[in-house]
């Protein structure tokens, strides 16, 4: 996968950057839910990482109507404070590539794509898209589920089967309802969610379909996102997560 130089120097500064979590709340102070998802995880048991990094594979389509692209990445996370790097390349056609990132860090987000490595084609940033990335590190938790107790997440059980999470960094909060299955899984994330090609905050899903052990956790290992339209459901990505590493601070 290519990569520039700034894009390099921006995952060693999150990395470099994170710190090891404060202790949050004990098991037993969090929704039944959320107690079940973290004794099937086996994240109960494990040591709250300061950073997380894997690597992923799938489909993602850019607009309503176009077809899907296969694209890998690769993802980095910060605990303290909350940040992550997604670094991806989709092949738009045989000798047609995108290539760029999608960031988060102290509360800022924003967005660098460009075809064939030089042309640029998206250059976002702003509170919208920073709404955006914090409901997507909050519901990547699936992947490092020791940071449910985290201090910066606030917990609201909903029915036995869902809690509503609200996590708070950089000056804003942003809400996101796990809903899990009668063993504890995690099975579908829910939110309003900024959509940048509407211009308006639409209901987002995120929905878990293989699970699987890795890193010592058991976890969703593929699934689907996709928006909720007023002419139905509308699918953007379609993700497998091959590899998962924790307290790993470089690169791949």
């Known amino acids: 996968m290519s990569g520039g130089a700034s894009v390099y120097r921006e995952i060693d500064e999150l990395l470099a950057g994170a710190r090891r979590p404060a202790a949050g709340a004990a098991l037993e102070e969090l929704p039944p839910p959320v107690q079940r998802w973290l004794r099937w995880s086996r994240a109960d048991a494990a040591a709250?990482?300061?950073?997380?990094?894997?690597l992923q594979e799938g489909e993602f389509r850019t607009g309503e109507k176009r077809g899907w692209a296969p694209f890998r990445a690769?993802?980095?996370?910060?605990?303290?404070?909350?940040?992550?790097?997604?670094?991806?390349?989709?092949?738009?056609?045989?000798?047609?590539?995108v290539t760029g990132r999608d960031?988060?860090?102290?509360?800022?987000?924003s967005m660098r794509m460009r075809l064939l490595g030089l042309v640029p084609v998206v250059n976002a940033s702003g509170p919208e898209l920073a709404?955006?990335?914090?409901?997507?590190?909050?519901?990547?938790?699936?992947?490092?589920?020791?940071?449910?107790?985290?201090?910066?997440?606030?917990?609201?059980?909903?029915?036995?089967?869902?809690?509503?999470?609200?996590?708070?960094?950089?000056?804003?909060?942003?809400?996101?309802?796990?809903?899990?299955?009668?063993?504890?899984?995690?099975?579908?994330?829910?939110?309003?969610?900024?959509?940048?090609?509407?211009?308006?905050?639409?209901?987002?899903?995120?929905?878990?379909?293989?699970?699987?052990e890795l890193a010592g956790l058991r976890v969703p290992t593929a699934g689907e996102a996709l928006w909720v339209y007023e002419t139905g459901e509308s699918p953007y990505i379609r993700w497998r997560i091959t590899r998962l590493d924790l307290d790993v601070p470089e690169r791949f």
Not at 160 to 177: I, M, Q
Request: proline share 7%; no cysteine; charged share 25%.
């Open 131 to 212: 709404q955006g990335a914090m409901l997507r590190w909050l519901g990547e938790i699936i992947w490092f589920p020791q940071a449910a107790g985290s201090p910066r997440i606030a917990w609201e059980a909903v029915d036995d089967e869902s809690a509503l999470a609200t996590l708070t960094a950089g000056g804003r909060s942003a809400a996101e309802t796990f809903v899990f299955g009668a063993d504890g899984r995690p099975v579908e994330l829910r939110a309003d969610r900024f959509n940048d090609q509407r211009k308006a905050i639409l209901p987002w899903v995120n929905r878990n379909e293989e699970f699987g």
């Open 48 to 54: 709250l990482p300061a950073t997380v990094r894997l």
């Open 74 to 97: 690769e993802q980095y996370f910060s605990l303290d404070p909350p940040g992550f790097l997604w670094r991806v390349r989709m092949r738009l056609a045989p000798l047609v590539s």
């Open 103 to 109: 960031r988060w860090v102290d509360g800022e987000a």
